[in-house]
């Protein structure tokens, strides 16, 4: 990989990694802090499933909100009655109903009467339910007004999108016989989406980690042959990579980083509704996605076939390419190419995975911290920018920032590509469990100079650094999902808990060993040049 193309991918990694570095499993519970709770209007905001049957057979099943008043809705299928759906007269229910009902569930228009209004004259005429149509198509939480006074309602009110209120309508139009079963099913504590994407965070970082080393480890190899061969005048000046195919972060970057970074989120999240600006972003995760699959593939492809590895041809523009990156990049452009179509796909979310785990790994492998001083800097970076995101933004933008740019909520497409994702399994309201690129690169980073520091030390996995940072990474990640859990789905900054466990770890895992003040500034240990101990051992001899 030349010096334009490694500067070029990490550019696309840089603008893919500045944005959202978050854990969340999809909300299920809506609270919300602007409508608090009173007498009689003190329910939680949860999602409601409506299964309609048409003319006795099953068809769509919508999903809308319950409001702040009224009764609870029953949690389990099974317990959900199937109830005769009717329209009001008049549509808006914002007076009593012109005949009455016999517990049917009567679905309303919007209007511009209060929503308990709506509920009290559906109840009066003997409804059981009351269906509120948005005049939108998002939900709107039904909340009660401060002087509101009349909450004595004793039936379940839940608003549904506009376009579940159009399709419900033209069937009751038609004439068709449509009735409705209302339920809130529980998502479960703990899917088991929540641990293959553990894995695969954990193993993605393991392999960034150890193709890194590698390198380096290569790297400083050729360095003691090329000092054992050239004279003392002759000797150059070698660090422990290739310049070529390495680029170290320094301190300007890493304090730069939350800058840059809220800036790019800041843009995404006022233009990520437009989608010609959603198209770029997709653009520039498939750059990313097909550069990094590529050297993955061609790394493993060569060492396979070593000879054909060897062998280059100039190409136009790029220069010397070699016949297996020649091979492999039809397959890598077309791969990206199927995803973009199908992103949105049942299946779409194996191919973002793919791409995005071998862009990780490729910018491990590329992107390196030079010393503990400098990952301190940038994890501490990471670890402000993240609170403030998730946490903070929501006093400035009544909304979190990080969250809402994560889920593209205001996109119109599932989710933004910066992140790996996996279908919940055994969710009654399906979605999907994510995580963020820089949860997994930021300190993947401080986890492969852990490794590079233990072969260059030739250290053993237990006195060396790197089982303990992928341990306290494992660790905090998987403290990560226990709070993710706790706050019902809620999206947590994963880098509040990861940072202090790796970081923390290796400070003081440092200061323990002594190695803390070399760790901190050179970021390697101290080697002896290979030509100053032969000399040593010639001298030995000769004394002997």
Known sequence: MDFLRITSLIFICGVLLNFPAKVTAGDIVHDDDLAPKKPGCENDFVLVKVQTWI???EDAEFVGVGARFGTTIVSKEKNAQQTPLTLSDPRDCCKPP????????????????????????????????????????????????????????????????????????????????????LYSPKRPAVDIAEVFLWLMAVGTILCGSYWSACSAREAAIEQDKLLKDASEKELPNFGTGDSSTVMDINMISAVLFVV????????????????????????????????????CLVALLARWFKLTGELYIKVPIFGAVSYLTLAVSPFCITFAVVWAVYRNSSFGWIGQDILGIALIIT?????????????????????????????????????????????????????????????RLFDPWGGYSIIGFGDILLPGLLVAFSLRYDWLAKKNLR???????????GLGLLITYVALNLMDGHGQPALLYIVPFTLGTFLMLGRKRGDLKILWTKGEPERVCPHVCLESIEESNREG
């Open 260 to 295: 840059v970074a809220s800036c790019f989120l800041i843009v995404l999240y006022k233009l990520m509704r437009f989608t010609w600006f959603f198209e770029i972003l997709v653009v520039l995760f498939c750059i990313g996605g097909v550069e990094g699959l590529q050297t």
């Open 55 to 57: 003319n006795g057979e």
């Open 363 to 423: 910018v491990l492998q590329i992107v390196r911290i030079p010393n503990l001083k400098v990952g301190s800097v940038l994890l501490g970076c990471a670890f402000i920018y993240d609170i403030f995101w998730v946490f903070a933004s929501q006093s400035l933008f009544h909304e979190s920032v990080m969250i809402v740019v994560a889920r593209g909520d205001k996109s119109g497409e599932d989710g933004i590509p910066m992140l790996l994702k996996i279908p």
């Open 98 to 181: 012109r005949k009455k009902l016999s517990g049917e569930v009567v679905m309303v228009d919007r209007g511009h009467c209060k929503f308990t209004t709506k509920a009290n004259n559906a109840e009066a005429a003997g409804a059981s339910a009351i269906l509120i149509v948005n005049n939108q198509k998002e939900l709107y939480k039904m909340v009660c007004d401060p002087g509101e006074t009349d909450l004595d309602i004793h039936i379940p009110a839940v608003m549904l999108p506009q376009d579940a209120g159009v399709t419900l309508n033209k069937m009751l139009l038609n004439g068709s016989s449509v009735t409705v079963q």
């Open 463 to 473: 006195a060396g650094y790197f089982l303990w940072a992928m341990i306290a990474y």
